[in-house]
Structure formats: structure tokens, C-alpha cells
């Protein structure tokens, strides 16, 4: 019949007694407290139907620790509860309580007892708050620990991490207590005998870093995650730290170093001992080492993570020492990264697999070329040499003539159309004749001359000019490299056609 103006809601007075600020108010967490509060005021304005996720929402708080909080005050009987689903309770007043020898935490026989074991584990060496019992109870509660396992937890945490350690610090413990299943003091007793090695490795950690003081948790997670997960050994965890001098050294920056020494393992398999790590870092720094190189052999500042793994792939298809020869050659021939795998191809098609090949192949290139352009200059041919012209050059040194017979022979093609195939069919009259030496190659030609001698003076031919007196181009290295990496492609081309 009668409801209340907004405002009155909004500006009117929520009755909080004395009796509840004195007895029940220092005993209680804060988040507690403020639940306790907004059901107190939603008790004089009733909604229908308010949820534990509703009130989390309110009041800026897990749901979890709204639930927490309401099963609290149900251990305090300040709340009854009526139904389950949905939850609904009833609110009793703390002078109803006290008048009727309800009152207090008395009435839950089982907390008593727990309050009474935990001030009896700390004595003289801490004073325990009743908040804090009420935590560790709730590990009792909602976690569904024993009290005697959570007992064994807080003895546990005292000789770790001193009689002044934080309850809610130690609550994480508690959920990994549940997660493990256990159940019995056995059980317990081998969980802490682990956790004392985490912390006891964790601290290990601190102190190769430089650092006096016990661990945080979250460092202990870290150091149970390397050591469980990642299944490092503790001496290669210790082994690892020699890396921090880099950077700073915290076990945030030391995971980052096992993380990237297990992604960079071979077949997946990352080290776990001092020993295995030692190895695995010496070959991460031989390979940064090489991907150094090669940026250098491409003339390139620095290495990017880009050319890291174009250098790691290659060197999975070709010999590293290869791959440097090749990134070299490119670079000498005014190319870039985009030339090096073209270049590795062309070689693999020559039957090239090392470096050692490679570098006879290039010796051997560079002087067909060398000997090849001062036959053009001999001859009065322009261009290059082709991939054709070193096939005809290696035939010719078959047949074991030198550069000088070379160079007569590309003399008297001077005057020919097709110069090169006429010095060809004078080398091979030569070869047929068993001249190796320019002295024969006189003595053929001035025989040639006195069977002639009797021909009319002009059918004579021209007095010929020695190769000498031509002017011979010298070539760099650089140029002679080009010209290397412009015969394979040019053998590349003609293999795709």
C-alpha cells in the first residue's frame, strides 16, 4: 500500500548498530563489511530476486568474494539463509543475538576450534587477527581443504617466510594445494617438501642476480613454472643466469632467456641440464655469430630477425660456409639478399655443393674470363663472354693451349665473320697438328709463306700484327664478380627454358 519516494531511498538512513561496529566490525575483512552494509540497506528496500552477481556488480567486487562474504556472515549468524535457489536470507540484529547467547563466532563450534589451532601454531612470535582466521577458514569453506592441511599450510609458510608473511599472499598456496588433490598429511607434507624446493631454487635465482631478499610469489611461480613445465634442471636455471648481464637482471628478463633458448631448440627439444644449456647457448652464439657474418657478407649494419631466418632456412638446404660465399658474391656483384638464393640454385645445378667447389668454380670463371676478354680485344670482337664462350675456353685448354697460343689463334680470326668459331677450327687444325709452343705456329706460318712467295704482290695478304700490339683490357675483381653471377643466371634462364 505504502512505498518510499526515490529520494527518501536516495537521502534517507541506513540504521548500522553500535553493538555490530564494536563486536563484529574489527574481526571482519573490508570487502566483508561492505557487503554487509549494501544487504543491510537492500533489507529496508527489498528487491526481488538479488543475485550474488548482481551485488558484485554494485559494489565493484569478484563475485567470488561477494559469495565469500555472504557465507561469512552466515558463520556470524547476521544472515540466515532461507532457500537456495535463488539464494535468500534473513538478517538478524546483533542485540537479538547477544540477548538470546547467539552472539559471536562462539556458536561455530568448528571455527572455534580452528581459531584456537592457529593461535596455539603462532603463540608468542605473532598476533593473529580474527580477519585473518576468518581467511584461512575460508580455505576450509570454499576450497574444501581440512583444517589440518591448512594448518600444516600456515606452519609450513612460517618456517619459510617468517612468522610476519602475509595470509592473503599464502592463499594462492592454498588453491594449489586444492588443484594437487590433497587430501591427507601425507600428502601435504610431500607438496611442501616441493614447495620448499621452488622457494629454496627461487632464492638460489635472487642470489646469482645480486639480489638478498625471499622471493616473491610471483617469482616462485616462475621458477615452479621452469622447473615443472619447462622441466629446466636447477643448475641450468643458475647456468642460464649469466645471460641477465645483457640487460637487467630479474627472473622476468631470465624467462625470457629460457623461453627463447627452448624455442630456439633443435627438433623441439629444449636442454634441461647446466651442461645441455651450456651447449645450446654456445650454438645460439655461433649461429648469431654467422647470421653476423652474413649481414656483413651482404654489407648490411645489424642483423634483423627478417635475415635471421632467411640465413637459418638456407642453412637448411646449403652448407653455411656456402651461403656466406654466395651472400659475398652478390653483394660484389651489386646485388642484395633477393640474388643469394638464385645464385645457391644456379651452383646446385652445376653439380657446386660446397664452399671449396664454389671457389674453384669462381677461380676458374674468373680466368676463362680474364683470358677470354683479351682474346675478344686480339680478335676485334666486343661484349662479354657467355656461358657458350667458356664452353669453347674450356675445350681449347683441353687441348692444352695457353693464353699465348690463344692469342695468336684469336689473331688470325681478326678478320674472319664469326671470329670465335674460325679460331676454333684454327686451334683445332693446330691441335690435329701437335702444336704446342708460338715457335711452331711461326715455322708453320713462314712455311705457309714460301709456298706462297711466288704469288702475284697483291693476292698477299696484309702483313699481320702481333696479339701484343693490341690494347688489352685489365678488369676489377668486382667486375670479374658480376660477371660470375651473370653466367648463372644466364644459366638458370637457359635451364627454365
Known amino acids: 500500500m505504502f512505498e518510499q519516494d526515490e529520494s527518501m531511498l536516495r537521502f534517507g538512513v541506513t540504521p548500522v548498530e553500535n553493538l555490530f561496529i564494536q563486536e563484529y566490525l574489527p574481526a571482519a575483512r573490508g570487502d566483508y563489511v561492505k557487503v554487509y552494509l549494501y544487504a543491510l540497506y537492500t533489507s529496508a528496500h527489498p528487491k526481488k530476486e538479488l543475485s550474488a552477481a548482481e551485488i558484485a556488480q554494485e559494489l565493484g567486487m569478484p563475485q567470488s568474494d561477494v559469495e565469500g562474504a555472504l557465507r561469512y556472515w552466515e558463520r556470524r549468524h547476521l544472515l540466515v539463509r532461507l532457500t537456495d535457489n535463488p539464494p535468500a536470507y534473513q538478517m538478524k540484529s546483533p542485540a537479538q543475538l547477544l540477548l538470546s547467547g547467539e552472539a559471536g563466532m562462539e556458536a561455530d563450534s568448528a571455527f572455534v576450534a580452528f581459531s584456537e589451532d592457529i593461535y596455539a601454531l603462532f603463540g608468542d612470535r605473532r598476533k593473529v587477527r580474527p580477519s585473518e582466521i576468518a581467511q584461512a577458514y575460508e580455505w576450509v569453506q570454499d576450497l574444501g581443504l581440512r583444517q589440518e592441511t591448512v594448518l600444516m599450510l600456515l606452519s609450513h609458510c612460517l618456517s619459510t617466510r617468517g612468522a610476519q608473511f602475509s595470509f ?35 632464492r638460489a635465482v635472487l642470489r646469482r642476480l645480486g639480489k638478498r631478499r625471499q622471493p616473491s610469489q610471483d617469482e616462485m611461480d616462475l621458477y615452479r613454472k621452469w622447473t615443472q613445465e619447462w622441466r629446466y634442471e636447477p643448475d641450468a636455471i643458475l647456468e642460464a643466469c649469466a645471460e641477465t648481464t645483457k640487460g637487467e637482471p630479474t627472473f622476468a628478463y631470465l624467462d625470457g632467456i629460457l623461453n627463447g633458448i627452448r624455442a630456439r631448440a ?15 647457448m654456445s650454438a645460439d652464439q655461433e649461429k648469431r655469430a654467422s647470421v653476423r657474418a652474413f649481414a656483413a657478407e651482404l654489407g648490411l649494419r645489424g642483423a634483423p630477425d627478417t635475415l635471421n631466418a632467411t640465413y637459418t632456412r638456407l642453412c637448411g638446404e646449403y652448407e653455411p660456409g656456402l651461403v656466406l660465399l654466395a651472400a659475398h658474391q652478390a653483394h660484389a656483384a651489386g646485388r642484395g639478399l633477393d640474388a643469394v638464393e638464385p645464385y645457391l640454385a644456379a651452383l646446385r645445378r652445376r653439380g657446386v655443393t660446397t664452399r671449396e667447389q664454389a671457389l674453384t668454380f669462381i677461380a676458374e670463371t674468373d680466368a676463362a674470363n680474364r683470358t677470354l676478354y683479351a682474346v675478344f680485344a686480339a680478335c676485334g670482337l666486343n661484349g662479354k663472354p657467355t656461358n657458350a664462350d667458356r664452353t669453347l675456353y674450356k675445350k681449347w685448354r683441353g687441348w692444352g693451349f695457353g693464353e699465348e697460343l690463344l692469342l695468336l689463334a684469336a689473331e688470325q680470326s681478326r678478320g674472319a665473320d664469326n671470329k670465335l668459331p674460325y679460331m676454333d677450327k684454327v686451334l683445332e687444325a693446330w691441335h690435329e697438328a701437335g702444336v704446342t709452343a708460338p715457335e711452331q705456329v711461326s715455322a708453320r706460318q713462314a712455311a705457309h709463306a714460301r709456298g706462297r712467295a711466288a704469288a702475284p704482290a697483291a693476292q698477299r695478304p696484309a702483313r699481320q700484327v702481333s696479339a701484343q700490339q693490341y690494347t688489352q683490357r685489365e678488369y676489377t675483381d668486382e667486375e670479374l664478380n658480376r660477371q660470375t653471377l651473370e653466367l648463372l643466371e644466364e644459366a638458370s634462364q637457359r635451364d627454365e627454358r
Open 168 to 202: 592473503k599472499l599464502a592463499e594462492p598456496e592454498a588453491v594449489r594445494m586444492r588443484e594437487a588433490n590433497v587430501v591427507t598429511a601425507e600428502d601435504a607434507e610431500a607438496f611442501f617438501a616441493h614447495s620448499k624446493k621452488v622457494q629454496d631454487g627461487a
Open 266 to 280: 633443435e627438433r623441439g627439444e629444449a636442454p634441461r641440464s647446466a651442461q645441455q644449456l651450456r651447449q645450446q
